[in-house]
T-cell receptor
Framework: AQTVTQSQPEMSVQEAETVTLSCTYD???????LFWYKQPPSRQMILVIR??????QNATENRFSVNFQKAAKSFSLKISDSQLGDAAMYFC?????????FGQGTRLTINP | SQTIHQWPATLVQPVGSPLSLECTVE??????LYWYRQAAGRGLQLLFY??????ISSEVPQNLSASRPQDRQFILSSKKLLLSDSGFYLC???????????FGDGTRLSIL
């Protein structure tokens, strides 16, 4: 079975500062992908960033980057220069065996 | 470009009534299609996924069923709703396995 664990139910950060959201996972698949999705109050699920497990290089997408530690099965998201629009629920997700499994989410608050 | 439409956005139904939620995708062919449920403050739970017409897999035994009458149409149904069926339902599609899933805007279902 595949599992995803987000140990931080809530996080807060000052505007313009940097914040890191944690995620650990477990899978027996050798070929899998990892994602971070953002869900703002509108509840739309928006893809933030994607990481192929076979790639050692950490994915980056503008102010968003990941720290992918395959041996430790860790996949954290770093948000630099936090903006008010970054406030949302953030979900870590693992896709393997044609199934996408989500963590429980981290609610991120941005303090102006 | 591809778009996904999900309706209705909000639905209030009495216990024991039937349910039909519809999802359609435009701009692509033979997509993988998914139905998720999100309980309040929780992550997403995969309910059904389909890799083709008449190829539907159920992830969780429950009061719901899914059908795919056309290539780009995915329907979530129930003959008799239970109180526990309340939640936020999301439809998603992906082009192939391990590609990011793209989500609809969701349906908020309340059972009275």
């Amino acid at each position: 079975a595949q599992t995803v664990t987000q140990s931080q139910p809530e996080m807060s950060v000052q505007e313009a500062e940097t914040v890191t959201l944690s995620c650990t996972y477990d899978t027996s698949e050798s070929d899998y992908y990892l994602f971070w999705y953002k869900q703002p109050p509108s509840r739309q699920m928006i893809l933030v960033i994607r990481q192929e497990a076979y790639k050692q290089q950490n994915a980056t997408e503008n102010r968003f980057s990941v720290n992918f530690q395959k041996a430790a099965k860790s996949f954290s998201l770093k948000i630099s220069d936090s903006q008010l629009g970054d406030a949302a629920m953030y979900f870590c997700a693992l896709e393997g065996a044609q199934k996408l499994v989500f963590g429980q989410g981290t609610r991120l608050t941005i303090n102006p | 470009s591809q778009t996904i439409h999900q309706w209705p956005a909000t639905l209030v139904q009495p216990v024991g009534s039937p349910l039909s939620l519809e999802c359609t995708v435009e701009g692509t062919s033979n997509p993988n299609l998914y139905w998720y449920r999100q309980a309040a403050g929780r992550g997403l739970q995969l309910l059904f996924y389909s890799i083709g017409i008449d190829q539907i897999s159920s992830e969780v035994p429950q009061n719901l069923s899914a059908s795919r009458p056309q290539d780009r149409q995915f329907i979530l149904s129930s003959k008799k709703l239970l109180l526990s069926d309340s939640g936020f339902y999301l439809c998603a599609w992906s082009s192939v396995y391990n590609q990011p899933q793209h989500f609809g805007d969701g349906t908020r279902l309340s059972i009275l």
